[in-house]
């Protein structure tokens, strides 16, 4: 299995590593099979993204794809930051081996439970 420089890259030098403290939505996802555990944290203000962090258990390919994931989503809008699919993230990444894919779906999936809980959290106030 080879990775492309791209997520090398990404990979040795991750954008967006740690906690935001007092983050206004956390979503933590895994996958029991391979052991990839994601956490992501999102800032938001007026409905958009200021800063996105993540905490990644995992692989290469995990750590690049929550790196860049959450490199896409800043700055968007809540609405914009839950359209971003893992193609997208796999696609700016140049591509992830086939058995690596579902390390992008991870990303996906915990972004869109960070959004969630920032939902939950907003309805209470």
Same mark, same amino acid.
């Given at each position: ?59 290469? @390919? /995990?750590?690049?794809? &929550? ?6 989503? +800043? ?5 914009? !930051? %839950?359209?971003?699919?893992? @193609? /997208?993230?796999?696609? &700016? ?6 058995? +690596? ?5 991870? !990303? %996906?999936?915990?972004?869109?439970? /960070? ?11």
């Amino acid at each position: 299995m080879m990775y492309n420089e791209k997520v090398i890259e990404v990979f040795s030098n991750p954008k967006n590593v740690g906690v935001i403290e007092n983050a206004d939505g956390v979503g933590t996802v895994g996958n029991a099979t391979c052991g990839d555990i994601m956490k992501i944290y999102l800032k938001i203000d007026n409905g958009v993204i200021t800063d996105a962090k993540f905490q990644t258990f995992g692989c290469a @390919a /995990a750590i690049a794809t &929550s790196s860049t994931a959450t490199e896409m989503i +800043k700055g968007k809008t809540v609405e914009e !930051a %839950e359209k971003l699919t893992n @193609a /997208a993230v796999v696609e &700016s990444l140049g591509g992830l081996p086939a058995q +690596k894919m579902h390390c992008s779906v991870l !990303a %996906e999936e915990a972004i869109a439970e /960070a959004i969630k809980d920032y939902r939950s959290r907003q309805a209470k106030k």
